[in-house]
């Protein structure tokens, strides 16, 4: 077995016995039983069980900045790219296997004993974020609404994980539409001396 097909078949295996029953439920014994790799080629490829963690989440990293770019490239204007995020999700979420954010998860078990994996996560939410901010930017809407969009998907995340339903992704871009229709409100009918962005009540 060439070093090629010996990495993905571990990173296969391990990618899903992680996400499948979580990290530390997982021994190195179960990643060589489900890979057919050897415990002393495992090693000599990732020279521990963080090193194999580290490389499952940057592989799922680039496959889901591939498929985000991918899902919110195809409509055709920029409020509904934005809106795309949130269909993406609700496709993910329907998956059979789905069981929450992998890098959510990973966090919430190693957050506190591994900084190389919160690295990686926390890099990964950076691009999720910084995706969201050029859709927004695209669409001419503030910058501060990509971090409240941010925060509407990354909750959904957790409560379809948790309700075991798709439908937390189509209540968020429910909120997401409210927020970038309230962003073009005209400003111009605010009452004078009022706050800027409040409009004057009816009469």
């Known amino acids: ?51 194999l963690v580290e490389a499952v989440l940057r592989r799922r990293d680039r496959a889901i900045r591939d498929a985000l770019a991918a ?3 195809a409509p055709s204007t ?5 809106l795309a995020v949130f269909d993406y999700l609700y496709d993910w979420f329907g998956q059979p296997d789905y069981r929450g954010c992998a890098f959510i998860n ?4 190693l957050g506190g004993s591994s900084p190389s994996v919160v690295d990686v996560v926390r890099a990964h939410k950076r691009a999720f ?17 990509a971090a409240q969009l941010a925060l509407l998907a990354n909750g959904a995340m957790v409560t379809a994980a948790i309700t075991g339903s ?8 429910a909120a997401a539409s409210r ?12 009452a004078p001396g009022s706050p800027a962005g409040t409009l004057e009540p009816p009469a």
């Open 71 to 73: 899902y919110t490239s």
């Open 129 to 145: 974020a910084d995706h969201l901010a050029a859709l927004v930017a695209a669409a001419g809407r503030p910058p501060a609404l």
């Open 106 to 109: 990973s966090f919430a078990e």
């Open 1 to 51: 077995m060439d070093h090629t097909t010996a990495e993905a078949r571990l990173l296969d295996a391990a990618d899903s016995l992680f996400y499948e029953r979580g990290i530390q439920a997982v021994g190195m014994d179960a990643i060589r039983a489900a890979s057919g790799v050897s415990l002393k080629r495992t090693y000599q490829l990732f020279p521990s069980k963080e090193h």
């Open 179 to 190: 927020l970038l229709d309230a962003d073009t409100l005209p400003r111009s009918s605010a």
């Open 78 to 82: 920029p409020t509904e790219r934005v």
């Open 166 to 173: 798709p439908e937390p992704a189509r209540e968020a871009r």
